[in-house]
């Protein structure tokens, strides 16, 4: 299976509005609301951000969203602040009943 | 509150074998799938794999199916990865990770385990 395909890097001013794009295929993303994002600073494990295309686990701040048409998710993150600087990947269910990541952007807050 | 904590850092040489571990708890550990993900340097996560711990029903990447094994002893709650021999390529930090659900995605991370394959 091959990964999902998101941008190599996006970035944005603080208080601006990113948007990273995920595209997979008719047998993952575009078939499957199982669609998770997650962040991973420098040196640490990913951090959970968004399930289910667009849910939000307890404790993750409402500025970042997630979003879903046809065989692309989207993630996107208001009001950038610094401390959003990091790697993002997506994540999706197939059809082979497993799970697949995207090749990760990089975000720089200029 | 749920905790997975993986064993330390590994160096090994090729052709070596080597089962690393992941210790949960906080919650029903056979309830939930639980898997493992593979950063290799410099680059992204890889899906390597996950099992069921309440029957061992396993699911494993297509590209990486036979390379490893994914195992669990449900009576003290931990998850291993195994080689039975070990490449240069293997060289990666390797993340457990719990899956919120049947079809869910991983949520729940361990601090990651760094194994180092060089002669």
């Known amino acids: 299976q091959s990964a999902l395909t998101q941008p190599a890097s996006v970035s944005g001013s603080p208080g601006q509005s990113i948007t990273i794009s995920c595209t997979g295929t008719s047998s993952d993303v575009g078939n499957y609301n199982y669609v998770a994002w997650y962040q991973q600073p420098p040196g640490k494990a990913p951090k959970f951000l968004i399930y289910?295309?667009?849910s939000r686990p307890s404790g993750v701040s409402n500025r970042f969203s997630g979003s879903k048409s046809g065989n692309t998710a989207s993630l996107t993150i208001s009001g950038l602040q610094t401390e959003d600087e990091a790697d993002y990947y997506c994540s999706s269910y197939t059809s082979r009943g497993t799970w697949v990541f995207g090749g990760g952007t990089k975000l720089t807050v200029l | 509150e749920e905790q997975l904590v993986q064993s330390g850092a590994e160096v090994k040489k090729p052709g070596e074998s080597l089962k690393i571990s992941c210790k949960t708890s906080?919650?029903?550990?056979?309830?939930?799938?639980i898997g493992w993900v593979r950063q290799m340097p410099g680059k992204g996560l890889e899906w390597m794999g996950a099992?069921?711990?309440?029957?061992?029903?396993?699911r494993y990447s297509p590209s990486l199916q036979g390379q490893v094994t994914i195992s669990v002893d449900k009576f003290i709650n931990i998850a291993y990865l195994q080689w039975s021999s070990l490449k240069p390529s293997d060289t990666a930090i390797y993340y457990c990770?719990?899956?919120?659900?049947?079809?869910?995605?991983?949520?729940?991370w361990g601090q990651g385990t760094l194994v180092t394959v060089s002669s």
């Open positions: 289910e295309v667009s």
């Open positions: 990770a719990r899956h919120s659900g049947r079809l869910g995605a991983p949520d729940y």
């Open positions: 099992i069921l711990p309440d029957d061992s029903e396993t």
């Open positions: 906080g919650y029903s550990f056979t309830s939930y799938y």
